[in-house]
């Protein structure tokens, strides 16, 4: 049987033999700087968001700003972001996303050109609509703020509830929500489509809800984001969710010091 490389597989699926080399980041943290663009060439960036919780490069839970993260990179990062987006004359709302190292050296790894399901975290950061703004921005007009505006003030953390086992390798389970009921209060927030007597279906993602919340420091918004959870009611015949995992993930010494990386979930569940 024929073995491919890489440059014959490419010239035989796209026509053209060249290849991208990435280069490998054992020990990395994965951070998305918001980017948002209109048609003028007004290109402005709304800070960074760390995603670095995940498994199999599916993210858990993301925060803001990015914890341990030096401010000369996180200056850089801004200002590399909105160079790059401004250069191919991007427009509506997109994130530049690095892998950064223990030193701090950043690598860019790509732009996801669309808004992110982590967006509420920015939201609840700086007080920017962005869903508002980029509906603006499609529809010709030009974004309501500068970068001058842009402030971000406390810290602010989302956490994925998914109609998932994490005891059985994360097998989805669709079923009923017999209850749900999402927990309220300041600094609380919960997007979701889903309410009491749902039916969760198996042919889409499983993600039922995301839970965000902001507080003035990073430890009050982790205290804050445990609180909510342990009173995020989902019940239901078959249903389990990652609620506990996520309380169990956010109670850990390693997220507390900020020195987990994207492999950390996967090294902790193997333990």
């Known amino acids: 049987?024929?073995?491919?490389?890489?440059?014959?597989?490419?010239?035989?699926?796209?026509?053209?033999?060249?290849?991208?080399?990435?280069?490998?980041?054992?020990?990395?943290?994965?951070?998305?700087?918001?980017l948002l663009g209109d048609d003028s060439g007004t290109v402005v960036h709304l800070g960074e968001r760390d995603c670095s919780l995940q498994r199999r490069n599916q993210k858990l839970i993301e925060e803001a700003p990015s914890p341990l993260l030096p401010e000369q990179v996180r200056e850089a990062l801004g200002a590399y972001a909105v160079a790059g987006a401004a250069r191919v004359g991007y427009t509506g709302a997109g994130t530049m996303e690095f892998l950064v190292d223990p030193s701090g050296a950043a690598t860019?790894?790509?732009?996801?050109?669309?808004?992110?399901?982590?967006?509420?975290?920015?939201?609840?950061?700086?007080?920017?609509?962005?869903?508002a703004e980029q509906l603006r921005v499609a529809a010709g007009e030009r974004l309501s703020f500068t970068q001058e505006q842009v402030t971000l003030t406390g810290a602010a953390i989302e956490c994925r509830i998914n109609a998932e086992d994490p005891a059985a390798g994360f097998r989805p389970t669709?079923?009923?929500?017999?209850?749900?009921?999402?927990?309220?209060?300041?600094?609380?927030?919960?997007?979701?489509?889903?309410?009491?007597?749902?039916?969760?279906?198996?042919?889409?993602?499983?993600?039922?809800?995301?839970?965000?919340?902001?507080a003035p420091t990073r430890a009050q918004a982790i205290?804050?984001?445990?609180?909510?959870?342990?009173?995020?009611?989902?019940?239901?015949p078959g249903v389990a969710t990652t609620i506990p995992l996520l309380r169990e993930l956010l109670a850990l010494p390693e997220f507390a010091k900020a020195t987990h990386t994207t492999r950390f979930v996967e090294e902790y569940l193997s333990r």
């Open 108 to 131: 860019f790894m790509e732009i996801n050109a669309r808004i992110q399901v982590e967006h509420p975290v920015t939201e609840m950061l700086t007080g920017v609509d962005l869903v």
């Open 223 to 236: 205290a804050r984001a445990d609180r909510a959870l342990a009173e995020f009611e989902v019940e239901g």
């Open 174 to 214: 669709p079923g009923t929500l017999a209850v749900f009921n999402p927990p309220g209060g300041p600094g609380v927030r919960v997007d979701s489509g889903f309410a009491q007597g749902d039916r969760v279906p198996p042919d889409y993602d499983s993600l039922i809800a995301k839970l965000v919340v902001w």
């Open 1 to 34: 049987m024929e073995v491919l490389h890489p440059p014959h597989l490419a010239q035989q699926v796209f026509g053209d033999g060249s290849v991208y080399m990435e280069r490998f980041v054992p020990a990395a943290r994965h951070v998305e700087v918001q």
